[in-house]
């Protein structure tokens, strides 16, 4: 897996002063001279996270599992661009690729399903990546562009970095907030769990 966050520290600079304006319009202190870090901590320790919707970051998620995916997917303000199957299953067959959450011996159960579906796509060449998609198992890698504004991401690693979530999703969680610059990790690290 890899993570990488493409929001510049500029952007978030900027999205960070926005939502401090935003905190401070609530209380008529719009004029009023302040550092956005001290308002947005003042912010979260006082759980008035709406404002932190102003701030969004945007991630590239290289190599997960489809069943990681759909458990992202759960988390509904958030924005996925999924690589299609429709366009990529024929090739990807043909590629390899590996899953860092595989158990030590699992590989070849694994190499067996692959090979499966590689000897029905080219058993039957006319049926459809649509419909090859249904062999398809959880294991099966994508890659994806992620959205999500701070106060959704912090539900998310409250969440999901608790030694009960998926530990794929632990990994991304803490990939995911260990991107993130280390001026703006104040707006998340209160939400880390610690690692077992």
């Not at 912090?154 to 995911?176: D, G, Q, V």
Request: charged share 30%; net charge negative; aromatic share 6%.
């Amino acid at each position: 897996m890899n993570v990488e966050l493409l929001t510049s520290p500029a952007s978030l600079s900027e999205m960070e002063e926005n939502a401090a304006l935003a905190a401070l319009t609530c209380h008529d202190n719009a004029d009023k001279e302040h550092v956005p870090a001290e308002v947005l901590m003042r912010i979260i320790k006082l759980r008035h996270e709406s404002v932190l919707e102003h701030i969004t970051l945007t991630y590239r998620v290289v190599n997960i599992t489809r069943a990681l995916l759909q458990e992202v997917s759960r988390h509904r303000h958030i924005s996925l661009s999924v690589e299609s199957t429709r366009h990529t299953l024929r090739k990807k067959l043909n590629s390899k690729f590996e899953l860092d959450f595989l158990r030590e011996g699992a590989s070849g159960e694994w190499l067996k399903a692959i090979e499966n579906i590689k000897r029905i796509a080219d058993t039957y060449p006319e049926v459809p990546n649509d419909e090859l998609k249904y062999y398809l198992p959880e294991f099966w890698p994508t890659n994806l562009i992620l959205t999500s504004n701070i106060r959704e991401l912090r539900h998310i690693l409250n969440l999901r970095t608790s030694p009960a979530a998926l530990k794929e999703f632990r990994s991304l969680a803490r990939a995911m907030f260990k991107a993130v610059p280390d001026e703006f990790k104040y707006l998340l690290k209160d939400c880390i769990h610690e690692e077992e």
